[in-house]
C-alpha cells in the first residue's frame, strides 16, 4: 500500500512539475466586444512567463472552424509582457450574433497551452473571448 501512495505521489509531483514551466492564460479581450460588420476589433491575449515560451497563438471561431481560416496573433514586439495581439475587421457576410473565439496556443516545444475549464474544448483549450456582431 506505501508502495502505491508513494508512487503516485511520486508521479503527481512530476506531472506538477512539468506543467510549472508552461505559460498560463493572463487574460484575454477584444475591443469593442460589440461591434457592426465592417468594424475593426482589436483582439489582445496576455500569458505568463517570456514571450519566447510560445511559438503560436492563435483563434478559433467556435462552430464555424471548417469556415473561416484561424485569426493568427502575433506577439506584441518589445513589451515587457507576454502579449499577443490582431486586428480585425469583421467580415461583411458575418451573421449578427455572439460568437465565441477559442484561444489556442503552442509552446516552444510543440504543446498545446490548456486552461483549467477548457480541456475538453474541441476548438481551443487555452481560453474565450466573446464577440456580439450586430448590424
Do not use: C
Not at 475591443?31 to 505568463?48: L, R
Amino acid at each position: 500500500m506505501k508502495k502505491v501512495v508513494l508512487t503516485l505521489t511520486a508521479l503527481f509531483l512530476i506531472a506538477s512539475l512539468a506543467m510549472a514551466g508552461q505559460p498560463k492564460l493572463v487574460k484575454a479581450t477584444i475591443t469593442p466586444n460589440k461591434a457592426a460588420i465592417g468594424e475593426k476589433v482589436q483582439v489582445e491575449v496576455e500569458f505568463s512567463g517570456k514571450q519566447s515560451a510560445l511559438k503560436q497563438v492563435y483563434l478559433v471561431v467556435r462552430g464555424y472552424e471548417y469556415d473561416t481560416d484561424a485569426i493568427v496573433l502575433k506577439p506584441v514586439e518589445g513589451s515587457k509582457k507576454n502579449v499577443w495581439t490582431s486586428e480585425q475587421v469583421i467580415p461583411y457576410e458575418a451573421p449578427a450574433e455572439t460568437f465565441h473565439l477559442d484561444i489556442n496556443a503552442i509552446d516552444k516545444k510543440g504543446k498545446e497551452i490548456i486552461t483549467k475549464g477548457f480541456e475538453n474544448n474541441s476548438t481551443g483549450k487555452a481560453g474565450s473571448i466573446e464577440l456580439t456582431v450586430t448590424y
